[in-house]
């Protein structure tokens, strides 16, 4: 009887070790394929490109489209972020990602290109349809999605930080006014506010040139810097008739008309060249009417590091908002100088503490700029507070 016990416990014993010989070489299988596998390569969108699909952009909407195009990368970022944690960790079902990203992403599109739209209808441009545009698929693994800014395709989907260069700027000399009469002044600081709107709108075309380059070595010159110089010059006519209209002498400024170039980055686009300068108008100096001449505000230029090509639309946009704020407080001391109301802290209350606020907002829109692209974000607290001329 103790036999047949011993055999079938080791046929027993047999059974049980080929088992665990079949399920270890299952889990060595199952291992090994885990290993040689690896996670999934990440999926990015894949958008269709706006720039490329855009008419000629009027000057005058350039900034407005390029910070729509900006937006349009940005949001291709977010999306191809998400896309990132789905490969790394899967989650619902299977229309997760056409209906949590692609979804939502088609209709912030639509939004964005509607906004660019009406940015070519507000110029008088006829409005170009992009609804077609709108619609993203996906790119097979680790191909990297094709963007409509500066940032090279290669880091679509990384968010690298190569980049075109820095857009250049307009160098247009500040014009050297003699004293403003007071009955002169609104005039005159139109006409400056005309001068530092044609700057920016030059510097908006400069940035989309070094973010598409188009035309040859001389379409800088010829479709930029030329017509610049046509239209300051034909501001810096009517600066002179307003000073012979009410029968100041009539300064010659045609030799402020013409405008170089700043080198690739220089911060002070528009702001610097003709802005903080060509808002204070006047300087203090007594006028030659009845009234007192009016005082001007004294703001400190922001000083810029090199403005990343992608960004340069948007710190433009936020340079010609500081101006026309000198300019409006320019104009509001010139109606004082010619009716006076208030006590003696009117200007100090009713427009220098209003235009530090307002300051504050445009100065820490371009800090928010640099820093969205990836730059170090710079400190311009300094340059909020204004005096007076």
Known sequence: MARPM?????????????????????????????????????????????????????????????????????????????????????????????????????????????????????????????????????????VASALNSSVKAGNAATGGNNTTAAAQTVNCPTPQLPAVPAQAAANVQAELANL?????????????????????ANFINNAILGPLKDKRQAALDRIEIAFNRVGAQRPNLDNFAACGLNGAGAGNAGNGNAGAGNGNAGNGNAGNGNAGAARTVNCPTPQLPAVPAQAAANVQAELANLDKQINEANARLAQQAANPQGGANFINNAILGPLKDKRQAALDRIEIAFNRVGAQRPNLDNFAACGLN
């Open 6 to 142: 011993r055999k079938n416990a080791v046929l027993k014993l047999g059974g049980v070790g080929a088992l665990a010989v079949l399920l270890l070489g299952g889990g060595l299988q199952l291992a090994s394929a885990g290993e040689n596998t690896g996670s999934t390569a990440a999926q990015t969108v894949n958008c269709p490109t706006v720039r490329d699909k855009l008419p000629a952009i009027p000057a005058s909407a350039a900034a407005g489209v390029e910070r729509e195009l900006a937006n349009l990368d940005e949001e291709i970022a977010r999306q191809n972020e998400r896309l990132a944690k789905q490969a790394a960790n899967p989650q619902g079902g299977a229309n997760f990602i056409n209906n949590a990203i692609l979804g939502p992403l088609k209709s912030k599109r639509v939004a964005v290109l509607d906004r660019i739209e009406i940015n070519f209808n507000r110029a008088g441009a006829q409005r170009p349809n992009l609804d077609a545009l709108a619609t993203c698929g996906l790119n097979a693994p680790g």
């Open 196 to 216: 530092d709107k044609q700057i920016n709108e030059a510097n908006a075309r400069l940035a989309q040139q070094a973010a598409n380059p188009q035309g040859g």
